[in-house]
């Protein structure tokens, strides 16, 4: 059986699509390892591309016990560093050594299987309570351009003001430039850690979702279709391209 290489870096939420990928190839006959070079001993890869170190907050190892999990050697550090230069210059994986790179912006459409793969995993590892009655607004703010801040103030702004009946608490990685913008709305603010936002995303009953995979994936393991979502034009795209069954309003 061919062995896949499958590299993991950069959040969890992104580090999710990558797990899918490699999910997708074996599928499809391939025996995959996943490589994991977002760990804080990956020195060259950290220091050349500088990504920041995320913490792996949802246990991944716990969560997908049956896949392979290892760090990378000092040669195969090398080997990516120019495997992944080439899929930035070239949009082409696997050229050279085999390793997949498997970003939610590379992967298709054909991945929809595999993802509510993962999202089921990671529902059946979470202790999920019974759905909440919380309406959930996600800010993500604290990796954000400003113009990205100001269109997601500006969706949140036109959902609060059209679903009058629903009434709001925030979670967010930046709560201090959420409420400088909407000091005059009572919101509360139901920020915790990483793992306990998450579940809130996931168990709230309706969502104002940002730009961001970590909003997604809660989306995904919680979803309900009894359930409303709410995001902006700009931030579909994830929609489209893996959850084209979810019902979602769209300003």
Not at 118 to 126: C, E, P, R
Request: with cysteine; glycine share 4%.
């Amino acid at each position: 059986m061919k062995v896949k290489k499958v590299a993991l870096f950069g959040g969890v939420g992104n580090k999710l699509f990558q797990i899918a990928h490699g999910k997708y190839l074996c599928q499809k006959g391939f025996d995959v390892v996943f490589v994991d070079f977002s760990y804080k001993e990956s020195f060259l890869v950290n220091a050349l591309f500088r990504w920041t170190k995320h913490e792996d907050w949802l246990n991944l190892e716990n969560v997908f016990t049956k896949e392979k999990f290892i760090y990378p050697s000092l040669a195969q550090e090398l080997l990516f560093i120019i495997e992944y230069i080439i899929l930035r210059i070239t949009r082409k994986e696997g050229l050279i050594f085999n390793f997949d790179i498997g970003y939610y912006q590379n992967i298709k459409g054909n991945h929809s299987e595999s993802i509510s793969w993962v999202a089921d995993k990671i529902k059946k590892n979470l202790s999920k309570k019974e759905d909440s009655s919380h309406s959930i607004i996600h800010f993500r703010g604290k990796d954000f351009t400003y113009s990205e801040k100001e269109y997601q103030i500006e969706i949140i702004r036109q959902v609060i003001n059209q679903e009058k009946d629903l009434s709001f608490s925030l979670v967010s990685d930046d709560a201090d430039t959420f409420y400088e913008k909407f000091s005059d709305k009572k919101i509360k603010n139901l920020s915790s850690n990483q793992l306990n936002d998450f579940i809130t995303i996931m168990n709230a009953q309706n969502i104002i979702l940002s730009d961001s995979t970590f909003a997604f994936w809660a989306l995904l393991a919680g979803h309900n279709p009894n359930k409303k979502y709410f995001i902006g034009k700009k931030n579909l795209y994830l929609i489209d391209a893996f959850m084209k069954h979810v019902v979602i309003k769209v300003f």
